[in-house]
């Protein structure tokens, strides 16, 4: 694998992969004073995001800093795309500069794909990994996410999988449909009409617009922000309409069943798309996929940089 640009660059066998790499990382870490693995010394990986980001970016530089990567961030307003540099400028200065991977987050679908051609002359570039592509994909999103389904639930297989809310706007509910529907699992969007895509039918998905008829029999719901940043000023329903509707409210969330999960990409609206104590309760999953999310991009870096044949870090 070159560059990790979508889910659809994944079989079952090469995001299973992943999976047992991260799982792999995460063990050898494990009880560590100090975390620090010599997998990518000499390497130079540089994180260049144009939209704000808590838990992938950081996320990220702690993967390359646990491997001994050099990383470097790049922010949008403290580069020269502020004095009017073009994204492919910027990009091809960094490849210029000794990146070996550019992680790449942009409020444009296809930016990172876009930066993945530009940046690959003379059959060198470094690897591209989309962080998170307008409302496109973000791969390493739904690759933790799997990983702590996996943890919690065992095989993926068969599992139903509720993804609830705002679709339309959402790079995780993408990229997480189609990659859990690799794996093996059922998934059920539950969402308004108003914020589902067009072509959604084309999706390897059920749809539902009630959430109450969807959660007795559920292995687990995915709760998605609300993007309100690609809303215009507004949105329908109303965030009070959207909060009694598509909700996980305390009262909703006892109507999983005992051995059910719940996710949360985060940043949480709570009181609004998550209960205060439904984020808190043992159900929720969302600081374990904050974990998660370091040990998959210890696995995705180690896969693009190292390969692998090569030895891992077991
Ligand atoms: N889940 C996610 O992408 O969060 P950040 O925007 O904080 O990176």
Redesign the pocket.
């Known amino acids: 694998m070159r560059h990790l640009l979508s889910v659809d660059d994944l079989t079952i066998d090469t995001a299973t992969e992943l999976l047992d790499e991260a799982e792999r990382f995460e063990q050898a870490l494990m009880g560590r004073e100090i975390r620090k693995l010599p997998t990518l010394r000499g390497r130079t990986i540089m994180t260049v995001f144009y939209e704000?980001?808590?838990?992938?970016?950081v996320s990220f530089e702690v993967a390359g800093k646990w491997m001994s990567a050099d990383v470097i961030n790049v922010s949008a307003s403290s580069s020269s795309t502020s004095k009017g540099e073009s994204l492919r400028d910027t990009a091809k200065t960094l490849r210029a500069a000794g990146a070996d991977a550019l992680i790449v987050r942009h409020p444009a679908s296809g930016a990172a794909h876009q930066i993945a051609q530009w940046t690959w002359e003379d059959g060198t570039g470094p690897s591209v990994i989309n962080a998170?592509d307008g409302t496109h994909e973000?791969p390493t999103?739904a690759l933790l996410d799997a990983l702590t389904l996996r943890q919690r639930l065992g095989s993926l297989a068969g599992r139903r999988i509720a993804i609830v809310g705002d679709v339309l706007h959402s790079r995780?509910a993408r990229s997480n449909a189609h990659l859990l529907a690799t794996l093996g699992a059922q998934v059920v969007l539950v969402a308004p009409p108003t914020l589902l895509p067009v072509g959604v039918e084309t999706w390897p998905v059920e749809i539902s617009h009630s959430l109450d008829a969807e959660l007795a029999a559920v292995d687990a719901v995915m709760l998605l922000r609300v993007q309100a940043e690609r809303m215009n000023g507004g949105f329908f329903p109303s965030a009070r309409e959207y909060s009694i509707r598509y909700g996980l409210s305390d009262r909703r969330s006892a109507l999983l069943a005992d051995h059910a999960v719940v996710l949360h990409?985060?940043?949480m609206l709570r009181g609004m798309e998550i209960g205060f104590s439904v984020a808190d309760s043992s159900k929720a999953t969302v600081l374990q996929q904050v974990s998660n999310g370091v040990h998959m991009r210890m696995a995705v870096l180690f896969t693009l940089l190292v390969g692998t044949e090569s030895e891992g870090p077991a």
């Open positions: 704000n980001s808590t838990r992938t970016r998170g973000h999103q995780v990409p985060g940043p």
